[in-house]
């Protein structure tokens, strides 16, 4: 007697287009994982299995939609003619200042169909600058007593020196809450931007719709630095620079010069490695159509740097800024410059690289 066959459900493999539609633990799973690889780990995963390499792909596609990250009140996409990158990959991004961080920044979710609540909570709740404005044990709100500012002035805070260039907001130290007018740099990016890739300067960042003259853009957010870290990271910087053409930096030195006179305060911002879409605005040698402010907030120790339309920007255009007057060579041991394309009539053929 003839032994029957049992019959056997065929056993499915990973590369099987089925396994795609059916498998639902399964794509839950690689959704929760992949979105936290850099670009590298991501394409190695993407050759292992159809179904991986189509979770991966989708990924990509989300992540050329956002820059921000879903940080930011508008998504800021990504838009490339001129190669085969889809998006800048090799920064963590940050919606405020923050403190440096010596190794290397931690990874962050992005690409996911669904927003990380975690990575979210950590920043709603809390101030622009990361300060929690509730008292822990007291539950009670920090800041002064005033309800509402008129005119988007706030009696707590002191009047500027009169200089335009500097400029006051409520903030942690005032109680009116974050509906008050003058805290119009506190509530994020309110007009829509995009990062275009040029075939000379690599990304920019451009318009995507009409800006108003006044209107407030972003900051320029990043890693708040020590001068001899500034110093320590230049040098690095200045021989990546050296040895990568597609390298660049993004560290930002700002003085701002007390009353008296006789003394400057410098400000070290680094979005090299942590930043916002700030860093993706290039220079002109003819200021660009942003004007740069300094902006201080009661409750916080060091101002903020930001940015504003200088004139009616209209969509499409690129935004800019003059990144300062001095040029000098990269660093010892080298003379070349840094070449500038910012096409302006007055370009003076090299970009303001100022020893830190």
């Known amino acids: ?5 049992q ?3 065929p056993r499915r493999r990973l590369g099987d287009s089925r396994f795609i539609v059916t498998d639902h633990q399964f794509l839950r799973c690689a959704d929760l994982i992949l979105p936290w690889l850099d670009p590298r780990e ?36 990504f838009l490339n003619t001129v190669d085969s990158k889809r998006y800048a990959e090799d920064f963590v991004y940050t919606p405020f200042q923050i403190p440096a961080t010596s190794p290397p920044p931690p990874r962050q979710w992005w690409g996911s169909a669904g927003d990380d609540s975690s990575v979210l909570d950590s920043v709603n709740g ?21 309800e509402r500012c008129e005119e988007g002035c706030c009696q707590c805070l002191a009047l500027s020196e009169g200089t335009e260039e500097i400029a006051n907001e ?12 003058n805290r119009v740099t506190q509530k994020g990016i309110s007009v829509r931007l995009k990062i275009v890739r040029d075939e000379k300067k690599g990304w920019c960042l451009y318009a995507d719709q009409l800006i108003k003259k006044g209107h407030y853009i972003c900051e320029y957010a990043g890693e708040l630095l020590t001068t001899a870290e500034a110093r320590r990271r230049q040098n690095i910087y200045d021989k990546l620079r050296s040895t990568q053409q597609s390298f660049s930096s993004a560290l930002l030195v700002i003085r701002e010069h007390l009353p008296s006179g006789q003394a400057c305060l410098r400000i070290n911002i680094d979005a090299t490695r942590i930043g916002n879409v700030a860093r ?14 300094l902006l201080r907030s009661s409750g916080a120790l060091l101002p903020r740097l930001c940015f504003f339309a200088a004139r009616d ?31 302006s009539s007055c370009c003076f053929g090299t970009l303001p690289c100022e020893n830190t």
């Open 1 to 5: 007697m003839e032994k029957q066959s």
């Open 7 to 9: 019959s056997k459900k």
């Open 42 to 77: 991501l394409a190695a995963v993407s050759l292992t299995c159809k179904a991986l390499s189509f979770i991966c792909r989708s990924i990509t596609l989300r992540r050329s939609l956002d820059a921000a990250r879903s940080l930011e009140n508008l998504p800021v996409p």
């Open 126 to 146: 809390r101030g622009r600058f990361g300060v929690s404005l509730v008292d822990d044990k007291s539950g009670e709100l920090y800041g002064c007593e005033c």
């Open 170 to 181: 409520c903030g942690s130290g005032c109680g009116c809450g974050s509906d008050c007018p």
């Open 280 to 293: 993706f605005i290039n220079h002109s040698c003819d200021g660009g159509n942003l004007s740069t402010v």
């Open 313 to 343: 920007i209209v969509a499409g255009e690129e935004l800019s800024f003059s990144y300062g007057d001095v040029r000098l060579a990269l660093g010892k041991g080298t003379d070349k410059k840094l070449n500038c394309s910012c096409g």
